[in-house]
């Protein structure tokens, strides 16, 4: 049987060599846990991506998640959600070999073998107490990431739902990412015996219509998820239900005003 993650995970290697059918059992798992380094001194960083995306790393058979596995020696999960947006847990053996699997990651995240050059983004939840160390004092240190690595940075204020996780979005050209998300996973580092255990983020508790607050794959990004929102749809219609009895309610007291006079 394989355990369920509840932390940061310091199992031995044939404990997830089950490949795509491992991704089928966990399906309805939040997955991961606590960033940083747990016992078994690994190293967790844990990305917020689009469910459609999820699937493409995952690959047709599992094939492209057992291929970074197999090439890294590392612990990847991507359980299945509800909602439009999945969890991606990387587990190694230190933050710099989980820089290199979300590097090589990437062209299966926008199924590109070769950079078309646009931008790309990936988004990372950070414990809400190490944030602060990624903005540094008046800003200094997310100016000198966004400088040095010529990536774009936002550090979302609001928590992720019923959590204690925070979203950090890297934007910019491919190359600009890797090294961003280093720098940001080196602050990770030194302050994550710091910070108090938190929540982890569940996709399970995903909010359409409070996305854009906490940096979640919202109404302006449910094309791309698997579910697509079913609540915040639900949430839409049922306001437009409620809109629209008054204006009936109106042409039928012109109708009657009519017939009176």
Known sequence: EIPRVTGVQTCALPIWEGGFDMEKRERGSSGGGQQGFGAGEKFETRLLIPSKMGGAVIGKKGCNIQQLRSDYNAMIRIPDAPGPERIMSVTCEDFESCCQVVEAAIPFMYEQEEDDGSPKEIRVLVNQGIVGGIIGKGGAKIKEIRESSGANIKAYQSCAPQSTDRV??????????????????????????RVQR?????????????????????????????GGGRGGRDQSRSRSRDRSPPARAAVGSKSRSRSRS
């Not at 979005?169 to 280093?182: F, K, T």
């Not at 794959?217 to 449910?222: C, F, I, K, S, V």
């Open 198 to 226: 938190g929540i982890p983020y569940d996709p399970a508790n995903f909010d359409a219509f409070y996305g854009d607050e906490y940096g979640g794959y919202g109404q302006g990004d449910m094309k791309g998820g698997r």
């Open 168 to 193: 950090i979005a890297l934007r910019g050209p491919r190359e600009s990412l890797v090294p961003a998300l280093r720098m940001c996973l080196e602050v990770v580092m030194d302050n994550v015996d």
